[in-house]
């Protein structure tokens, strides 16, 4: 009997190691494919290497390179927290139809949208809409500065926060990478040391967020080699990314920071390896718990909703019902929950409590499709898949018509402070809306009305200027 469970178990590990290896590489392929595609339909091809970019990262670091560390540790992680391996094959198998749901509707968009056959090729586009586009990339690297300095202080602008606080957050962790590489080249100096400090800032303000770092170097490394292609951006990226990694292996983890101001209004800042991010772990075992965490502890997403306790509309309605500001709606919910005034009921916190219990309060990076399996079963898995892929096409449509400010805001969509992925799930679509969207429609409102006002005035007083010489004569 022993040796028959101990074959069984082997032909488990083979079963179960093969399945994972050609879903992995299955998922690769067929982004492969679809990226080849998109940059047949889509006029703007930068904006499609960005988009794939992050697919085949996400997909290389999250699926692949876990499946490998896995099969390589027989699965180590996943025995010491009991996760079913056929269940993580499982979980495999709803990504990959995910995938493919959400490229089949990005391709399907795009060939729709694209009206223009003429390509706009990487220096014609760093021209398109020049002005507005350096416009806007100044004001939302000025703006995440002077928010982050301004939450320091405890200074609140009232509704102007209310309404561009999210859109220079999120936005100001892309902008200041891209603008201090692009004016290696482009730009003039004061808007690359504005880059250099938003940068900085951006780094200093997550260093105890690991994925936003990482995430942050990567698209240095898409807009040094893909963009730039030139020496010197590239020895600045790899200068960075080896600085991170001899602080991540020397000290034993990134840096912590604390900021401290006193009565009389001293600041005080102490920069630190932080202690509680020292683990136990080797550097390998180290990337395999951290890069295996999404699909590892995902899997309870399938067990959720096996068992009946699906989250169905709720995350999705109370993400909605966050438009209006706490100010004007103080009960409103908390968007993405699953209880309204529940925080800890987001899937990122249900899942790693259920595999590491109710008392804990982490949260952790999870699979998009497996949360919208938990939401509605297969049928969410499609539907909120397509409506992902819906999402960033029209994205990636309306963006790249303001020129090259348009990179930074496909990645801010993507959600860069560490939950990085282009197929994002529905209920952050719904207060990205409202958070991203409607903010940065009304920001090229201003500019626009701005510029124009500014025209027209220019236009009244040379004509009022031209007439009176004219009497004169």
Not at 69 to 83: G, L, W
Not at 116 to 125: A, Q
Not at 234 to 241: G, H, P, Q, R, V
Request: glycine share 6%.
């Amino acid at each position: 009997m022993q040796h028959i469970f101990s074959d069984f178990i082997v032909i488990e590990y083979l079963v179960s190691s093969v399945s994972l290896l050609f879903l992995s590489i299955a998922m690769l392929c067929i982004a492969y494919f679809a990226w080849r595609v998109a940059r047949k339909i889509f006029n703007v091809p930068i904006m499609i290497d960005l988009i794939f970019f992050f697919v085949f990262v996400k997909m290389g670091l999250y699926y692949f390179l876990p499946t490998l560390m896995r099969i390589a540790s027989n699965y180590k992680f996943e025995r010491e927290d009991n996760v079913s391996i056929p269940i993580l094959v499982l979980l495999y198998l709803i990504e990959m139809i995910s995938w493919s749901v959400w490229f089949t509707v990005l391709l399907s968009v795009l060939s729709v949208v694209t009206k223009s056959k003429k390509r706009i090729e990487l220096n014609d586009f760093f021209y398109y809409k020049y002005l507005e586009s350096k416009t806007l990339l100044f004001i939302l690297a000025s703006g995440f500065i002077t928010f982050y300095a301004f939450g320091i202080l405890g200074i609140y602008l009232g509704l102007f926060s209310e309404v561009f606080k999210s859109l220079f957050g999120y936005t100001g962790l892309a902008v200041g990478p891209l603008l201090m590489m692009l004016s290696l080249r482009y730009y003039n100096n004061p808007l690359f040391f504005l880059g250099v400090g938003s940068t900085l800032l951006s780094i200093f303000s997550s260093s105890n967020n690991r994925g936003t770092i990482v995430y942050l170097v990567i698209f240095m490394l898409f807009v040094s080699w893909f963009m730039l292609r030139d020496k010197w951006s590239k020895i600045i990226t790899c200068s960075t990314l080896c600085a991170l990694m001899v602080m991540y292996f020397a000290l034993g983890g990134l840096f912590d920071r604390s900021i401290f101001i006193d009565e009389s209004g001293r600041v005080a800042v102490n920069i630190a390896a932080d202690p509680e991010k020292k683990g136990a772990l080797s550097a390998l075992d180290e990337i395999e718990w951290r890069f295996g965490a999404s699909t590892r502890i995902g899997t309870a997403f399938i067990g959720l909703y096996d068992r009946g306790e699906a989250a169905g509309i709720n995350p999705i309605k109370h993400s909605l019902m966050g438009f209006l500001p706490r100010s004007i709606n103080p009960n409103k919910p908390v968007p993405s929950t699953l209880v309204a005034d529940d925080i800890f009921s987001m899937g990122m916190y249900i899942i790693y409590r259920e595999i590491y219990g109710y008392d804990t309060y982490n949260m952790v990076e999870f699979p998009t499709g497996a949360h919208f399996y938990w939401e509605f079963g297969m049928p969410g898995v499609i539907v909120l898949s397509a409506v992902s892929g819906l999402y960033i096409a029209l994205c990636a449509y309306f963006f790249s018509k303001l020129g090259m400010v348009a990179l930074p805001l496909i990645v801010s969509v993507f959600k860069p402070w560490g939950f990085v992925d282009p197929k994002i799930w529905v209920s952050d679509i719904a207060m990205q809306l409202y958070q991203i969207i409607l903010p940065l429609m009304l920001l090229i409102f201003i500019i626009r009305a701005f510029r124009y006002a500014s025209k027209g005035i220019r236009q009244f007083l040379y004509l009022s200027v031209d007439t009176h010489s004219k009497i004169n004569r």
